[in-house]
């Protein structure tokens, strides 16, 4: 996807730093969880950008698998300056994409804009819509993300406010 004022591709090792600045920007309000650049460069697979035509990233998002059927989009944003333009709407839209082209069936995310997500086909959830065996499996993750979504207690204060949303990608 592009426009003429920025393209929205697969992230780059090369664009850590710009999805990092990003999510720096948020994470001091609390919309973000801060993340450690190591992990940004492992994450890099799971990643799309939104890159200016002067090459800086303008947002970012990213969709992690979680189980055979389940995906997550993460840190999905756009750059302050460059928001309202629909640039997080591409993005979230090229991450759709990805998750059906993996087979994932249903999208969640923990998100405090609730009305963007609406407007694209989340619904919110009042729970964690996994079957217990799956729970079970889950919860052995070392990845923060799965334990936000599982609503374990260790991350609680970290997801106090969030919305769980889920876009189901295929009829039931």
Same mark, same amino acid.
């Given at each position: 996807m592009s426009s003429s004022r920025y393209v929205v591709r697969r992230a780059r090792t090369a664009d850590v730093a710009g999805i990092r600045s990003i999510v720096e920007a948020y994470s001091a309000e609390r919309i973000l969880l801060g993340k450690d650049i190591v992990t940004l460069y492992e994450d890099v697979p799971d990643f799309r950008v939104a890159v200016a035509a002067d090459g800086r990233v303008v947002g970012c998002g990213a969709v992690h698998v979680m189980w055979?059927? *389940?995906?997550? @989009?993460?840190? *999905?944003? @756009? *750059?302050?300056?460059?928001? /309202?333009?629909?640039? /997080?709407?591409e993005v979230l839209d090229e991450l759709l994409r990805t998750a059906v082209d993996l087979g994932v069936e249903r999208v969640v995310c923990l998100t405090f804009e609730v009305e963007f997500f609406a407007r694209h086909g989340f619904e919110v959830a009042t729970s964690v819509q996994v079957d217990p065996e799956v729970f079970a499996e889950m919860v052995r993750s070392p990845d923060? /993300?799965?334990?936000?979504? $599982?609503? *374990?207690?260790? @991350?609680?204060? %970290? =997801? $106090?406010? %969030? =919305?769980?949303?889920v876009r189901f990608l295929r009829p039931q």
């Amino acid at each position: 996807m592009s426009s003429s004022r920025y393209v929205v591709r697969r992230a780059r090792t090369a664009d850590v730093a710009g999805i990092r600045s990003i999510v720096e920007a948020y994470s001091a309000e609390r919309i973000l969880l801060g993340k450690d650049i190591v992990t940004l460069y492992e994450d890099v697979p799971d990643f799309r950008v939104a890159v200016a035509a002067d090459g800086r990233v303008v947002g970012c998002g990213a969709v992690h698998v979680m189980w055979e059927d *389940l995906a997550e @989009v993460r840190t *999905l944003a @756009v *750059l302050p300056k460059f928001r /309202g333009q629909g640039i /997080g709407q591409e993005v979230l839209d090229e991450l759709l994409r990805t998750a059906v082209d993996l087979g994932v069936e249903r999208v969640v995310c923990l998100t405090f804009e609730v009305e963007f997500f609406a407007r694209h086909g989340f619904e919110v959830a009042t729970s964690v819509q996994v079957d217990p065996e799956v729970f079970a499996e889950m919860v052995r993750s070392p990845d923060e /993300g799965i334990a936000e979504y $599982l609503d *374990l207690e260790r @991350v609680r204060p %970290n =997801t $106090l406010g %969030n =919305t769980r949303m889920v876009r189901f990608l295929r009829p039931q």
